[in-house]
């Protein structure tokens, strides 16, 4: 059964810097495209970065320049580097993907559990 798994959140001073990891365990056939996603409370998710399966990256504005999204297709894993973190970036952030568990097979989208981030003054 599939599974992705995030971790690396935590608290931070403004201006710090997190890594986020999110891997998908069990077996799959391919790891496709991956956003990243955040919610704060009282606010709507929002879609911060997305990469594509052959590494193209999309970032939403208020995170272009500061926020860096990559891939490791062997190990099935996709980080989030952010950087200069401003107190407007507290959220809990999760990992979505497109997987396909078997050849022939349709994909799906899964989706972590989330991690919390917490950026302080």
């Known amino acids: 059964q599939v599974q992705l798994v995030e971790s690396g959140g935590g608290l931070v001073q403004a201006g710090g810097s997190l890594r986020l990891s999110c891997a998908a365990s069990g077996s799959i056939f391919s790891f496709n495209a991956v956003d990243w996603y955040r919610q704060a409370p009282g606010k709507q998710r929002e879609l911060v970065a997305t990469i594509t399966s052959d590494g193209s990256t999309n970032y939403a504005d208020s995170v272009k320049g500061r926020f860096t999204i990559s891939r490791d297709n062997a190990k099935n894993t996709v980080s989030l580097q952010m950087n200069s973190l401003k107190l407007e970036d507290t959220a809990v952030y999760y990992c979505?993907?497109?997987?396909?568990?078997?050849?022939?097979?349709?994909?799906?989208?899964?989706w972590g559990q989330g991690t919390q981030v917490t950026v302080s003054s």
């Open positions: 979505a993907a497109g997987v396909i568990i078997a050849p022939g097979g349709i994909e799906s989208d899964y």
